[in-house]
């Protein structure tokens, strides 16, 4: 365990103590669940890091856009001005 982990959790069991009302003898729990919601944490950071590295490796293996294709645009919105005027 880094320091940074063991700082983190250490804070999150401290939250968690203050949450219930500071009871006296609960530290080994607030201390498991802090470390539990850490590793949770910590495994949801891995499986996103994990989905972007799929989706960028799979967009870099994709065919490129033909160039002779023409592409789709969406049309230019009214200004500001020709709202108020009515008039394009």
Known sequence: MTETEAEWIEKR?????????RPHGRDSAHWQTAHQ??????????????????????????EPADPAEPTVTAAPKPSAKSKQTGKE
């Open 37 to 62: 919601e850490y590793l949770a944490m910590a495994e949801g950071a891995r499986k996103a890091k994990d989905g972007t590295r799929r989706r960028v490796a799979a967009a870099a293996l994709a």
């Open 13 to 21: 069991a401290y939250a968690l103590w203050e949450e219930e009302g």
